[in-house]
Structure formats: structure tokens, C-alpha cells
């Protein structure tokens, strides 16, 4: 088990163009989260899934963001027509215990130009 | 949105110094957790306090918890300069889906 994995480590794309992250959690978590981080501030929380289910997201997700779990295991993020603003760190982190206690991966960091 | 604020925003300190660091938050929590975050990297979870404690201890760190102030403090004794690093502070609200909201962080930089 080598923790929580998230690949690509960094894109950089033009405005308007899609760009998938992938996020491979610690094998036996159920839980799994995506925050958005941008310079000088803490993560802000995007969605969460419980297994395959989405049970949680955010207002700052808007519709060209799409996450998901299709198997419980792994889990993408896509961002459709990229903007300038959706530049920053997109961290995956998991968790199972009750005191939920999360393990993050070492982040995508986006580029738009 | 974010939950609380982070006081100071940053500190630098001498190698062996104690470095205190503050947290606010604005909801009731189940508990209240600190993490580190090296630059360019994840966070790394570092202490967790349920809310019907008051103080806990972990080697060099000393978390209090204050629930009528809704605030608490992160103490790290006898620094050293690996101890560089953002330090976050994050709720796990109650009645939340699990989802943990985190503060703007302190930057701690500690001089060899």
C-alpha cells in the first residue's frame, strides 16, 4: 500500500480545452474526497463519494465539473472548458474510520493558460 | 468556504523555540484536526481532538481545544528546521457529510 496516488502530478492546458485527473485512494477506504487548494489558502471541499456514490457537492462545483467512482475504487475529476480561474492544486484524499481521519494524495496542480 | 482563521498567517522562529499556532471555527464540530502540509505536496494528518476534550498530546505536539470559543491552539515544542512547513487546522462538522473544512493555515518557518 503506497498511499493515496494522484495522477497527472501537473497539467497545463489551454483555456477551454478538458483535462480528467485520476485519484487512487488506500485500497480498503470507502470514502473519497477532491479539494481545490489555490495559493496561500487551505483546501476547499468539492465532492465526496462513499463507495460509488456521490453523496456530497459543493456549490464551487460547477457544471463544467464532473467527478466520479464508477467501482467504488478509483475516481476521476473532469473539468470541461477550462477557465483561467479553475487554476490550482486539486487534492484526492480518503478516509474509513469513524473520526474520519483523511489521507491525502500529493495533489494535481493545474495550469490553464 | 473556508471555516475559521489561522493566526498568525505566518511565523518564523530559531531551531529549538516553541511555535504556537491559533485556530477559529464557526460551527458546532465532532472534532477538530491539524495537518501539515510540505510545499508543492499533500497534507499529512497530525493530531485529532474530539470535542469533549480539552488538551491532547502527541510527542512534540500539544493541541488544546476551547468549544465555548470555538477556538483551539497547536503547540510544537523544541522545533526544529524539518518542522517548516504549512500547518492547517480542519473541522469535521457535526451533522456534516464527512466532507473537513479547513483553515487558511499558518506558514512556520523555522531557522537552522
Known amino acids: 500500500d503506497t498511499g493515496v496516488s494522484q495522477d497527472p502530478r501537473h497539467k497545463i492546458t489551454k483555456r477551454g480545452q478538458n483535462v480528467t485527473f485520476r485519484c487512487d485512494p488506500i485500497s480498503e477506504h470507502n470514502r473519497l474526497y477532491w479539494y481545490r487548494q489555490t495559493l496561500g489558502q487551505g483546501p476547499e471541499f468539492l465532492t465526496y463519494f462513499q463507495n460509488e456514490a456521490q453523496l456530497e457537492k459543493s456549490r464551487l462545483l460547477s457544471d463544467r465539473f464532473s467527478a466520479e467512482r464508477p467501482k467504488g475504487s478509483f475516481s476521476t475529476l473532469e473539468i470541461q472548458r477550462t477557465e483561467q480561474g479553475d487554476s490550482a492544486m486539486y487534492l484526492c484524499?480518503?478516509?474509513?474510520?469513524?473520526?474520519?481521519?483523511?489521507?491525502f494524495g500529493a495533489g494535481t496542480r493545474l495550469s490553464v493558460l | 468556504s473556508q471555516q475559521g482563521e489561522e493566526d498568525p498567517q505566518a511565523l518564523s522562529i530559531q531551531e529549538g523555540e516553541n511555535a504556537t499556532m491559533n485556530c477559529s471555527y464557526k460551527t458546532s464540530i465532532n472534532n477538530l484536526q491539524w495537518y501539515r502540509q510540505n510545499s508543492g505536496r499533500g497534507l499529512v494528518h497530525l493530531i485529532l481532538i474530539r470535542s469533549n476534550e480539552r488538551e491532547k498530546h502527541s510527542g512534540r505536539l500539544r493541541v488544546t481545544l476551547d468549544t465555548s470559543k470555538k477556538s483551539s491552539s497547536l503547540l510544537i515544542t523544541a522545533s526544529r528546521a524539518a518542522d517548516t512547513a504549512s500547518y492547517f487546522c480542519a473541522t469535521d462538522r457535526s451533522g456534516s457529510a464527512r466532507q473537513l473544512t479547513f483553515g487558511s493555515g499558518t506558514q512556520l518557518t523555522v531557522l537552522p
Open positions: 484524499a480518503s478516509s474509513w474510520d469513524s473520526e474520519n481521519i483523511q489521507y
